[in-house]
T-cell receptor, first 113, second 112 residues
Framework: ETGVTQSPTHLIKTRGQQVTLRCSSQ?????VSWYQQALGQGPQFIFQ???????GRGNFPPRFSGLQFPNYSSELNVNALELDDSALYLC????????????FGEGSWLTVV | GENVEQHPSTLSVQEGDSAVIKCTYS??????FPWYKQELGKRPQLIID?????GEKKDQRIAVTLNKTAKHFSLHITETQPEDSAVYFC???????????FGAGTRLFVKA
């Protein structure tokens, strides 16, 4: 059984640029959630994808968008990057049979300069 | 809106002592309460969880209690060890797995 994997692990972008982060869900999991974790804070819910559709959204602007693919993998896209977008972006997967229990990937560290 | 408050923000204990972290949640519809441990530079890892139909759950040295009336839940770690040092997050699940809301975290230091 493979866990949640994310790429890239670290990246640096310039303010105003766009970034795409990728996530492969744990084997058997069809639901993917994305979280932003700023330094010293708890993870903040961005959105969740189920059956290739956005299934819920947190308090993030539209420049945060996502996709889920038929194999349940997912992408997080952020446009017009701002300095405050610098954070650890965590992907978490869960199964439709137990959507409460989420398992995190190692995350992607994004630095915006 | 939905909110999870966590206290204390920092906790320092002597090895062998107990540690208690407390959380409150705002939405009475919440029915699932996980706890995560996050070591420096690592992913949050689920260590224990409790559902709203249970008042207490124990797994070796860790236990969680839930008071639905007061909307409080707590993590108890007994016989603490240096490897327990990490940041611990409580969370509450709103709308059935749709959105998990996390507390701000408690940084636990266990002194040898």
């Amino acid at each position: 059984e493979t866990g949640v994997t994310q790429s890239p692990t670290h990246l640096i972008k310039t303010r105003g640029q766009q970034v795409t982060l990728r996530c492969s869900s744990q084997s058997g999991h069809n639901t993917v959630s994305w979280y932003q974790q700023a330094l010293g804070q708890g993870p903040q819910f961005i959105f969740q994808y189920y059956r290739e559709e956005e299934n819920g959204r947190g308090n993030f602007p539209p420049r945060f968008s996502g996709l889920q693919f038929p194999n349940y993998s997912s992408e997080l896209n952020v446009n017009a990057l701002e300095l405050d977008d610098s954070a650890l972006y965590l992907c978490a997967s869960s199964s439709s049979g137990d959507r409460n229990t989420i398992y995190f990937g190692e995350g992607s560290w994004l630095t915006v300069v | 809106g939905e909110n999870v408050e966590q206290h204390p923000s920092t906790l320092s204990v002597q090895e062998g002592d107990s540690a208690v972290i407390k959380c409150t949640y705002s939405d009475s519809a919440s029915n699932y309460f996980p706890w995560y441990k996050q070591e420096l530079g690592k992913r949050p890892q689920l260590i224990i969880d409790i559902r709203s139909n249970v008042g207490e759950k124990k797994d070796q040295r860790i236990a969680v209690t839930l008071n639905k009336t007061a909307k409080h839940f707590s993590l108890h770690i007994t016989e603490t060890q240096p490897e327990d040092s990490a940041v611990y997050f409580c969370a509450a699940d709103y709308t059935g797995g749709f959105k998990t809301i996390f507390g701000a975290g408690t940084r636990l230091f266990v002194k040898a």
